[in-house]
């Protein structure tokens, strides 16, 4: 059975940094592309920052997401937070297709939560 268990949410002021983790079981993580989505209060699910099965990290604007083949575990750096960054923040796992359509996504974390107070 597959599991992506996100870490490292909380509350952070703004201007602040946070790392989310997710560590991966039940998978062969090194054959899928990681990414991370978010859904904030009232809005839809949108997809933040993806690295492909064979990067090492990628960065998007404030946001570096980076993956350690041997600990499962895919990482997202969040710096210089805004307000609007606060959200559920969610792993995802795919192996098909080169964009991120949620309906790509083979398996999604259950979401933790980050608020960032102004």
């Known amino acids: 059975q597959v599991h992506l268990m996100e870490s490292g949410g909380g509350l952070v002021q703004a201007g602040g940094s946070l790392r989310l983790s997710c560590a991966a079981s039940g998978l062969t993580f090194r054959k899928y592309d990681m990414g991370w989505f978010r859904q904030a209060p009232g809005k839809e699910r949108e997809f933040v920052v993806g690295i492909r099965w064979d990067y090492a990290d990628s960065v998007q604007g404030r946001f570096t997401i980076s993956r350690d083949n041997a600990k499962n575990t895919v990482y997202l750096q969040m710096n210089s937070l805004k307000s609007e960054d606060t959200a559920a923040y969610y792993c995802?796992?795919?192996?098909?297709?080169?964009?991120?359509?949620?309906?790509?996504?083979?398996?999604w974390g259950q979401g933790i939560q980050v608020t960032v107070s102004s």
């Open positions: 995802a796992a795919k192996t098909r297709g080169t964009h991120w359509y949620e309906d790509e996504v083979d398996y």
